[in-house]
């Protein structure tokens, strides 16, 4: 199989027509992830189970009998539970932990005859934005090796851009599908809070965390939503909003309104290139007939530290449950019961889940509450707010994914909070709990892949997937 599918049509297409058999797919993309091995996108591959599942799918398709995602063969982030496979969150705590039960994303993914290849690194926890804090070593960036992919779920998006796999599923909080999609060139997108069921997601943040595609194509990405999408008796906070038919793309639906934010554009950190890429695209969207104005979003500066006071704070508490004893790592040093927490916790944890951990528990704790947590409350509300009211009068806010492309391995140890600034675009969207995709647009001068990225109002994924199948093509004509 030399072909590169873009799609998972032209997949479908050849499997009907004999051009080619799931089997071989697959055997194209366990070369891949062989040849690109140090890139470590995957902690495991499933090669004997995903070699079965083609060939069951191949006498299936004879008989015309497989589902809507036959032909799509994906790799997981592995903080999502698939049962009777190991997960680890990419942490040493969890290490040699096997799922007991299926995410409610693993299980509609294979409800529909995807295949599951593998489960990839990511940030320990997904706590990151450079794929720099897994136990089990950094990712590379397949466009220049000496740089990250982009974190938290920074494997899988390697996994993609180096076609090892069709698509992948990750999980963003406050940018870790679009930004680390933004790095290695491909499509990411992150639905409203709510869209996708959390069940079987190894918890973050909870009151942010949301599971979405990673893809080559708008149209794969639809069409993944399509199928995640929708209530769930496991997940209270999953939505009753019926899931639209997102696969059904209309790519020409009008002329939009779309806002830029003035503070982005006069940001310090902001990358020369990535700026122009903006500017370029903002006229082009001009010369198409579109209205694209200028408004003032005041709370840029305080996103990053509402985002990762709120964020910790729930870290804290949801990572209380690895304590060496009721499963996860237990120190072998450990004498007594607070011995057994202190040193599990201690050698189980990386450095930067254990700052935050403690981070958390500092801005919950009595006397400071008020100042930090609760005060980070009120302006996520004052965020949401602005927000919204911004799209009231837009259809989408355009902004770049982040302030600069791939950046070098290494850097994040000499500042975490360098780190914390690059997702200054993208948790605008988690604060407000609202849609954003990240799109491909051409290189810059070093080859190193750029991202836009547009958000819409809630439930509004429909329109947005429309407009970005336009938005990518934009490049090309
Ligand atoms: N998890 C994410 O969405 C990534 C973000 N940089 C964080 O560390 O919180």
Same mark, same amino acid.
């Given at each position: 199989?030399?072909?590169?599918?873009?799609?998972l049509?032209q997949?479908?297409?050849d499997?009907?027509?004999?051009a080619?058999?799931?089997?071989?797919?697959?055997?194209?993309?366990?070369h891949n992830?062989?040849?690109?091995?140090?890139?470590?996108a995957?902690?495991?591959?499933f090669?004997q189970?995903?070699?079965?599942k083609?060939?069951?799918?191949?006498?299936?398709?004879?008989?015309?009998?497989?589902?809507?995602?036959?032909?799509?063969?994906? %790799?997981?982030?592995?903080?999502?539970?698939?049962?009777?496979?190991?997960?680890?969150?990419?942490?040493?705590?969890?290490?040699?932990?096997?799922?007991?039960?299926?995410?409610?994303?693993v299980?509609?993914?294979? #409800?529909?005859?995807?295949?599951?290849i593998?489960?990839?690194n990511?940030?320990?926890?997904?706590?990151?934005?450079?794929?720099?804090?897994?136990?089990? +070593?950094?990712?590379?960036?397949m466009?220049?090796? *000496?740089?990250?992919?982009?974190? *938290? &779920?920074?494997?899988?998006?390697?996994?993609?851009?180096?076609?090892?796999?069709?698509?992948?599923?990750?999980?963003?909080?406050?940018?870790s @599908?679009r930004?680390?999609? &933004?790095?290695?060139?491909?499509?990411?997108?992150k639905?409203?809070?709510?869209?996708v069921?959390?069940?079987?997601?190894? /918890?973050?943040?909870?009151?942010?965390?949301q599971?979405?595609?990673?893809?080559?194509?708008?149209e794969?990405? %639809?069409? =993944?939503l399509?199928?995640?999408?929708?209530?769930?008796d496991?997940?209270?906070?999953? &939505?009753?909003?019926?899931?639209?038919?997102?696969s059904?793309?209309?790519?020409?639906? +009008?002329?939009?309104?779309?806002?830029?934010l003035?503070?982005?554009?006069d940001?310090?950190?902001?990358?020369?290139?990535?700026? /122009?890429?903006?500017l370029?695209?903002?006229?082009?969207?001009?010369a198409?007939?579109?209205?694209?104005?200028?408004?003032s979003?005041?709370?840029?500066?305080?996103?990053?530290?509402?985002?990762?006071?709120?964020?910790m704070?729930?870290? *804290?508490?949801?990572?209380?449950?690895?304590?060496?004893?009721?499963?996860g790592?237990?120190?072998?040093? #450990?004498?007594d019961?607070?011995?057994?927490?202190?040193?599990?916790?201690?050698?189980?944890?990386?450095?930067?889940?254990?700052?935050?951990?403690?981070?958390?528990?500092?801005v919950?704790? /009595?006397?400071?509450?008020? #100042?930090y947590?609760?005060?980070?409350?009120?302006?996520?509300?004052?965020?949401?707010?602005?927000?919204?009211?911004?799209?009231?009068?837009?259809?989408?806010?355009?902004t770049?994914?982040a302030?600069?492309?791939?950046f070098?391995?290494?850097?994040?140890?000499?500042?975490? @909070?360098?780190?914390?600034?690059?997702?200054i675009?993208?948790?605008?969207?988690?604060?407000?709990?609202?849609?954003?995709?990240?799109?491909?647009?051409?290189?810059? &001068? /070093?080859?190193l892949? =750029?991202?836009?990225q547009?958000?819409?109002?809630?439930?509004n994924?429909?329109?947005?997937?429309?407009?970005a199948?336009?938005?990518?093509? =934009?490049?090309?004509?």
């Amino acid at each position: 199989m030399a072909k590169n599918y873009n799609t998972l049509t032209q997949i479908q297409h050849d499997l009907q027509s004999g051009a080619i058999t799931v089997k071989e797919l697959v055997t194209q993309y366990l070369h891949n992830i062989k040849q690109y091995a140090h890139l470590k996108a995957f902690n495991e591959v499933f090669e004997q189970e995903a070699i079965q599942k083609a060939e069951e799918l191949d006498e299936r398709i004879v008989t015309g009998t497989t589902g809507r995602l036959a032909g799509m063969v994906i %790799a997981i982030k592995d903080n999502i539970c698939y049962k009777g496979h190991q997960v680890t969150a990419s942490s040493k705590i969890l290490e040699n932990f096997t799922s007991i039960f299926s995410s409610t994303v693993v299980e509609r993914l294979l #409800a529909e005859d995807a295949i599951i290849i593998g489960r990839c690194n990511c940030d320990e926890f997904a706590m990151g934005g450079a794929n720099e804090n897994s136990y089990f +070593g950094p990712v590379k960036n397949m466009a220049d090796e *000496s740089r990250v992919p982009g974190g *938290s &779920s920074g494997g899988s998006a390697v996994a993609v851009q180096a076609g090892m796999c069709h698509a992948a599923i990750g999980t963003d909080t406050g940018g870790s @599908i679009r930004q680390p999609a &933004s790095f290695c060139g491909v499509v990411g997108l992150k639905p409203t809070y709510g869209r996708v069921s959390r069940h079987g997601i190894i /918890a973050y943040a909870s009151s942010f965390d949301q599971p979405g595609p990673i893809t080559q194509s708008v149209e794969d990405a %639809a069409l =993944l939503l399509e199928i995640m999408a929708g209530a769930d008796d496991y997940d209270s906070t999953a &939505s009753r909003e019926p899931v639209a038919a997102y696969s059904n793309l209309q790519p020409s639906s +009008g002329k939009k309104k779309i806002a830029y934010l003035q503070e982005v554009l006069d940001s310090e950190g902001l990358d020369a290139e990535v700026k /122009a890429t903006l500017l370029k695209t903002i006229e082009d969207l001009k010369a198409d007939g579109h209205t694209v104005e200028p408004v003032s979003f005041e709370y840029l500066d305080y996103v990053v530290p509402t985002y990762y006071i709120l964020t910790m704070a729930e870290a *804290s508490s949801n990572l209380a449950r690895y304590d060496g004893v009721h499963y996860g790592y237990r120190s072998p040093n #450990a004498v007594d019961l607070v011995t057994t927490y202190k040193r599990s916790r201690s050698e189980g944890f990386g450095t930067e889940v254990k700052r935050r951990i403690m981070l958390g528990t500092f801005v919950l704790s /009595a006397g400071y509450y008020d #100042a930090y947590y609760a005060k980070a409350q009120k302006v996520r509300r004052l965020i949401k707010e602005r927000t919204d009211e911004i799209l009231k009068e837009f259809d989408f806010i355009l902004t770049p994914t982040a302030p600069e492309p791939a950046f070098k391995i290494g850097r994040q140890d000499i500042d975490p @909070i360098v780190t914390y600034l690059e997702d200054i675009f993208t948790v605008q969207a988690s604060l407000a709990g609202i849609p954003a995709i990240s799109l491909p647009m051409e290189n810059n &001068s /070093a080859g190193l892949p =750029l991202g836009l990225q547009l958000t819409t109002k809630a439930f509004n994924e429909a329109e947005l997937l429309n407009f970005a199948t336009y938005f990518v093509g =934009l490049r090309k004509s």
